[in-house]
C-alpha cells in the first residue's frame, strides 16, 4: 500500500506558515441560496470521477455540500492516512488532560513496555514530538515496506525494531508505524484504547461518529490509517480546528494545542509541504492551507484566511499523486471552491 505523501512535489501548493483562526459560531446549515453560489464548484467536482463527496463552510455556515457518487456524506468512509492527523488530535487531548506531561516526554518514561528487547538505545529517547510530527529517524514502515509490516506478528516492535536512518528530531520520514507507536503509547499511558479515547475526547463534544476500525496482532487500534470518518464529521473536525479548539461552545482541544499543531516543524521531501503536528501546512491561491490527506484523495482542510473549512472524500482504492488526481483536488480547491468563497 502507498501512503499519501509519497509523490512528486506539486507546482499548486507552496510552503507558508499558519497562524490561529478567527473565532465564529460553527453552525452547520446550508441555505439554498449559498449552495447556488457554487455552481463552478459543482460542475468541476463532478468532472473528477474519483471524488466522491464535497462540504465547505464558511463562518460556521455550510455553504455547499454534496455526494456526487459513493455514500450519503452522513455515511463514515475510509479516510485512510487522515487518521495520523485524528491521533495528533488525540495526543492534544491527552495533554489537555494530564495523561502525558507533554510532547517533550521520551518513549521509555510513557510506554516503556512498547520497547522491543534489543532496541536500538536510542529507542527509549524518542519523544511523543518526533513520532507526531514524522521525526523518530527509524525506517519507515510505509510506501514499500507497509505490507511486510502489517504481515508482521508485532506492529510496535517492528516498528520500533527497525534501523535509524536519521536521528530522533531529523528529517521528516513518512510512516504510518510512528503514528501507530503514538497510539500504542497513547494507550498504554491511559488505560483507554484508541477507540475509547477518539469517542470520549473528539467524537462525543464534536457529536460525530468513531466506529471501530483495524486493530494490530496485540489489540492495538491502528494509529495512523483505516479509521472511517463521514465528510460531514471532517467539516465538523476541521470547524473545531478553524476555531482554535471549539465547538458549539465547548472547548474540545486547548488553544495552545491548535496553535502548536499548526507550527511548522519539517517538511514533506515528496510534496513539498511544511508538516505540524499531523497537519500538512501550506498556500493556496494565496491563502493559508492547514490540510489532513489521506491516501486515494481523503482531505480535510482549513483556510483560516477566508474563514473557511472543506471536506473531501474520494475512492479510497485508486492512488491520488500530486501530478495526478490529488493536483486535481488542489486545483478544484484553488480555481473553484476558493474564487465561490471569495465571491
Not at 492527523?85 to 510506554?111: E, F, H, S, Y
Not at 479548539?245 to 509541504?273: C, H
Not at 491563502?287 to 472524500?313: D, F, K, N
Amino acid at each position: 500500500m502507498t501512503d499519501p505523501a509519497q509523490t512528486r512535489p506539486t507546482r499548486r501548493a507552496t510552503l507558508a506558515s499558519l497562524g490561529a483562526a478567527a473565532l465564529l459560531p460553527s453552525a452547520l446549515a446550508a441555505p439554498a441560496r449559498a449552495q447556488a453560489a457554487f455552481d463552478r464548484t459543482a460542475q468541476a467536482a463532478e468532472s473528477l470521477d474519483q471524488l466522491h463527496g464535497l462540504a465547505v463552510a464558511r463562518q460556521g455556515e455550510t455553504v455547499f455540500s454534496r455526494a456526487f457518487r459513493g455514500p450519503a456524506l452522513d455515511v463514515p468512509v475510509n479516510v485512510k492516512s487522515v487518521s495520523k492527523t485524528m491521533v495528533a488530535l488525540c495526543l492534544g487531548a491527552a495533554i489537555d488532560r494530564g495523561v502525558v506531561p507533554g510532547v517533550d516526554v521520551r518513549l521509555d518514561a510513557v510506554a516503556p513496555r512498547l520497547i522491543p528487547a534489543g532496541a536500538d538505545p536510542r529507542v527509549g529517547a524518542i519523544t511523543l514530538e518526533d513520532l507526531v510530527s514524522l521525526r523518530a529517524g527509524l525506517e519507515r514502515t510505509s510506501g514499500p515496506n507497509y505490507g511486510g509490516w502489517v504481515a508482521s506478528g508485532n506492529w510496535v516492535a517492528d516498528a520500533l525494531s527497525r534501523p535509524f536512518v536519521d536521528e530522533p528530531g531529523g528529517r521528516m520520514l513518512y510512516s504510518t508505524g510512528s503514528f501507530h507507536v503514538l497510539g500504542a503509547a497513547l494507550t498504554e499511558a491511559s488505560g483507554l484504547t484508541l477507540l475509547e479515547m477518539m469517542r470520549d475526547w473528539l467524537g462525543a463534544p464534536l457529536n460525530i461518529q468513531i466506529p471501530p476500525w483495524t486493530r494490530d496482532p496485540q489489540g492495538y487500534y491502528m494509529g495512523g490509517n483505516q479509521m472511517a470518518l463521514s465528510p460531514l464529521a471532517m467539516l465538523r473536525i476541521a470547524e473545531m480546528v478553524r476555531m482554535q479548539g471549539r465547538s458549539d461552545g465547548t472547548q474540545v482541544l486547548s488553544e495552545e494545542w491548535i496553535e502548536a499543531s499548526l507550527q511548522p516543524r519539517t517538511r514533506s521531501p515528496y510534496s513539498g509541504l511544511a508538516y505540524g503536528y499531523g497537519w500538512f501546512l501550506g498556500t493556496l491561491a494565496g491563502e493559508r492551507l492547514a490540510m489532513a490527506r489521506g491516501y486515494g484523495g481523503q482531505i480535510i482542510a482549513v483556510l483560516p484566511g477566508l474563514e473557511a473549512s472543506l471536506a473531501i472524500t474520494s475512492d479510497p482504492n485508486r492512488p491520488a499523486r500530486s501530478d495526478g488526481y490529488f493536483g486535481d483536488l488542489l486545483a478544484l480547491i484553488e480555481r473553484q471552491v476558493i474564487p465561490d468563497l471569495r465571491g
